[in-house]
């Protein structure tokens, strides 16, 4: 496919390519991330009972919340993979780098947690 700001690359503009990227990507922090696997896990069964009891208010949170977390997952295991493919060895600004993007991703568990938390009390209370 051609980039459209550098101007490299076939001619042609394809959804299913950047579809299967997309897949892609997802299928190897799945697989390779288990901090991924476990929260699209858990969440799949609280929107599974979401669903069934049709609180679609409650789904939509649940599905925004997943996506944000894993979002921030996946983005936080990129950053923290670039950082050791540039620098190997300990350097306390990389450091600083990965705590950053770890930070991003406790802001956002902590979101995931609390509406889990609320939709699985939820549940079990009713």
Known sequence: M?????????????????LRTVFSGLRYAVLFDWSVTYKLVLSAGVLAGAFVLRAWVDFLLILVVTALVVFAEIVNSTIEALCDFVEERHNEKIKIIKDMAAAAVGITLFAWMVVIGVELGRYFSA
Do not use: A, T
């Not at 700001?5 to 503009?13: A, D, R």
């Open 2 to 18: 051609r980039h459209k700001f550098l101007g490299i690359g076939e001619p042609g503009y394809h959804p299913w390519h950047k």
